[in-house]
């Protein structure tokens, strides 16, 4: 568990990062330009140009968060461009950043300002604390250092000496087992006391030495930046001579863009309404949008986050160094004559043993597999390093990992490389007139107002019996609706609201928004009938097929003052069922049948609904089973069937009787042998007996009936088998075909 004490406060040297980082960069560019002296002209000609911001020009917007962003300008001669972006666009951004120069340019470089994570920037540091420390762990980075303690309990004055140790004791608190920790710092001194002091509230600690000091404070300023987030400013030095259009495209994440719909009926009903489209827009990015050709897309293509601007540390194995091994006095022993050794080797081997020498060793290791083109043919780049140009299969330019090669952005993109394809479930709204939304803000953006076809109805389903009022909307638009919430406004006033699914040009569709309390709908009777349509004996399956006719009655009451249209949804069997020929849905779906049921004001009004459909059973005859009742039963609903069916018949009740007969001569068997077994138990307990001699006579008739049952038992159980055959070869050989439109 985490203890929570006193922390002392420090004195904090403030140190100027920027000034730093500056100097650094600075530095940098100097040893650099020292270093190439060819490319000081170059860099020195894009200095010379002021910097330019890229405007953004084109934007759309996707369903699944992600968003395209076009930047568009004009530049002049050798110019540095920059773009910002926000630290969460960052990996996006170099995961799909374009750049196109129209005039014949190129790009020398991408750059971007990044940032080490904390954990390895704390490991610069000497403290060896961690980014949430302890108060443990603080006093613990101070061990062995100089520090001066004021504040000590018992009015001492400042002592100075040098921390040793820091240890929690725990204390009782009154007479139960309550504890408390109180900490204790130990100071050891120049003359060498040992002072041990309690860690309280008014206890000052403060570093003697003015690097340890420093280092604190560096710890404290890295803490502080993790809370900074800022703009990520992306560079790019474009190169080329003359006016020329500069385009820079990338994907991003962004909110997800969402429509909401007004669907408003006039005070006088004309059939429509007019329906008005408007798309919620936010700009999160670190960039205006300043009259912006924007574009919304209901699509979701396939999109990912990889963490591309965070530094990547691997880890790298660590090797223990050799250490020299002393050897001890050993014997050996002693080697049989070359002559000898060879001959057993080459026998064994059936000749000479060659040696693989290290080329061919090479040749068969892994790297081999790289070769041919199949790597280094993606970029093209120049070997840097320990590379061999070949590579690993990580990259261009690298040999065994150790190496770099250089490309330019431009040199992957060439004419050619960039196709569109067209969407394909996805619709798009274009807007025609430019749109402006600053960063941070959010806009409502119109994407249509058109009259409509529009009928109130009152949806009732059986699955959910509560009516409801619904809009059945007709898009005669040449757009798509995307899937959105929507508002109903009748007589000037607001009457509910829904939800809707992507709605296509020329579709229809069921919008409810409230619930009417006007309108009762209840089953008001079923009817269902089985008509037997059509038999079929093959292989021993008998397979019935049935044509059933199922009817419905929905009673449907109107308790208000208006006249009502109640839309009854209907389950709708695809199995082969149809409707009833003089019966029409005014709409199919899937799963659904829906009818319209005009109901007057204060009025009832009944729908009947029947539908026909086949239902198909199947048996599969078996000599092991008594199925003599199914097929007598048969015969009575199919007369037809008796002459095919009546061997069968016969054979399965004779087969009954065997059974029956046998289930009779095995009760008798075992009768007799528990006859036989209590005589010969008599008999035995008798034994010398005068009275054994009338037990003999009864043993000898029960072991002669034993016999007689056995048998026949042994007779009906081959009756049975040939039975069993018979009616086998008998279902076999059965075929039949009726239907109810032939007899």
């Known amino acids: 568990m985490r203890r929570i004490v006193f922390l002392p406060g420090f004195l904090v040297a403030t140190l100027s990062l920027g000034a730093q980082a500056l100097h650094s960069v600075t530095a940098k560019a100097a040893t650099k330009l020292a270093e190439h002296p060819a490319a000081s002209a170059s860099s020195t000609a894009i200095s010379a140009t002021p910097t330019k911001d890229l405007p953004v020009h084109k934007v759309v917007l996707y369903k699944n968060g992600v968003g395209y962003f076009e930047h568009a300008g004009t530049i002049n001669g050798n110019q540095r461009v920059t773009i910002d972006f926000t630290s969460s666009q960052l990996n996006d951004v170099l995961q799909s950043l374009t750049v196109l120069d129209q005039g014949g340019g190129r790009i020398a470089g991408v750059n971007y300002n990044s940032t080490t994570p904390l954990a390895e920037q704390l490991k610069t540091l000497s403290l060896g604390m961690t980014d949430d420390p302890t108060s443990t762990e603080l006093f613990g980075a101070l061990r062995g250092q100089r520090v001066e303690v004021t504040g000590a309990p018992g009015g001492v004055s400042a002592l100075t000496g040098r921390l040793m140790a820091i240890e929690a004791r725990s204390e009782k608190i009154g007479a139960g087992d309550a504890t408390v920790d109180h900490f204790y710092l130990t100071l050891i001194a120049a003359s060498g006391a040992v002072r041990v002091i309690e860690l309280t509230p008014q206890l000052s600690v403060r570093p003697l030495d003015g690097n340890l000091q420093g280092q604190l404070d560096r710890y404290l300023e890295l803490l502080s930046s993790t809370h900074s987030t800022g703009l990520r400013h992306l560079t790019l030095d474009a190169l080329g001579q003359g006016q020329r259009e500069l385009q820079v495209s990338y994907v991003s994440e962004v909110p997800v863009w969402k429509s909401t719909y007004r669907i408003v009926f006039p005070h006088a009903a004309s059939g429509d309404a ?25 699509g979701a293509p396939q999109s990912f986050i990889q963490p591309l601007s965070q530094p990547l540390y691997t880890r790298r194995p660590e090797i223990p160094i050799a250490t020299l091994v002393e050897t001890t006095p050993q014997t050996h022993e002693a080697a049989e004559t070359v002559t000898v050794q060879s001959e057993m080797i080459n026998g064994a081997l059936g000749g000479p043993v060659a040696t693989a020498s290290p080329q061919m060793a090479l040749k068969a290791g892994p790297a081999d597999r790289f070769r041919g083109g199949a790597v280094s043919g993606l970029v093209s780049g120049t070997g840097g390093g320990m590379g061999s140009g070949h590579g690993n299969g990580y990259g261009p330019g690298m040999g065994g990992g150790a190496g770099g090669g250089v490309y330019r952005v431009s040199d992957a993109i060439q004419e050619g490389d960039v196709t569109t394809n067209a969407f394909d479930d996805f619709f798009e709204y274009a807007l025609a007139a430019p749109v402006t939304i600053h960063k941070n803000e959010s806009a409502m953006v119109p994407i249509l107002q058109q009259d409509l076809p529009a009928d109130h109805v009152t949806l009732w389903s ?33 009457a509910g609201e829904g939800l809707l699914d992507p709605i296509h040009p020329g579709e229809k569709r069921l919008l409810s928004y409230a619930a009417d309390q006007a309108v009762r709908v209840k089953v008001a009777d079923r009817d269902d009938k089985r008509t037997l349509h059509h038999v079929k004996v093959s292989q021993g399956v008998i397979e019935e097929t049935h044509m059933d006719v199922a009817g419905i009655t929905y009673s449907a009451t109107n308790s208000a003052d208006v006249d009502r249209v109640v839309l009854v949804e209907h389950t709708r069997r695809n199995n082969g069922w149809t409707l009833d020929p003089a019966l029409k849905a005014d709409e199919t779906s899937p799963n659904l049948y829906r009818f319209k049921l005009p109901v007057a004001a204060h009025s009832t009004a009944k729908l009947e609904v029947r539908e026909r459909g086949p239902e198909t059973t199947s048996l599969q005859l078996q000599s092991n ?83 007689a049952t056995r048998k026949q038992t042994a007779d009906l159980e081959t009756q049975k088998s040939a039975a069993v055959e018979k009616l086998n070869n008998l279902i076999a050989g059965l075929s039949f075909d009726w239907s109810v439109t032939e007899k």
């Open 462 to 494: 059986e699955r959910d019996p509560h009516p409801l009022r619904a809009v059945w909307l007709e898009n005669k638009s040449k757009l798509t609706l995307d899937s959105g919430s929507f508002s109903i406004f009748e007589n000037g006033e607001f």
């Open 274 to 298: 007019t329906v008005q489209g408007w798309a919620v827009v936010d700009n999160t990015v670190g960039a205006d949008w300043d009259n912006v050709q924007l574009s919304l897309v209901a």
């Open 625 to 707: 089973q008594d199925q003599t009742g199914y097929l007598l039963d048969l015969v009575k609903r199919v007369p037809d069937a008796e002459e095919k069916l009546k061997p069968v018949i016969e054979a399965q009740t004779a087969l009954a009787a065997l059974d029956k007969r046998i289930e009779e001569s095995t009760k008798a068997e075992q009768t007799a042998a528990a006859d036989e077994a209590r005589d010969r138990e008599n008999l035995t307990a008798l034994k010398g007996n005068d009275a054994a001699r009338r037990f003999v006579d009864e043993l000898n008739h029960a072991e002669d009936q034993l016999q």
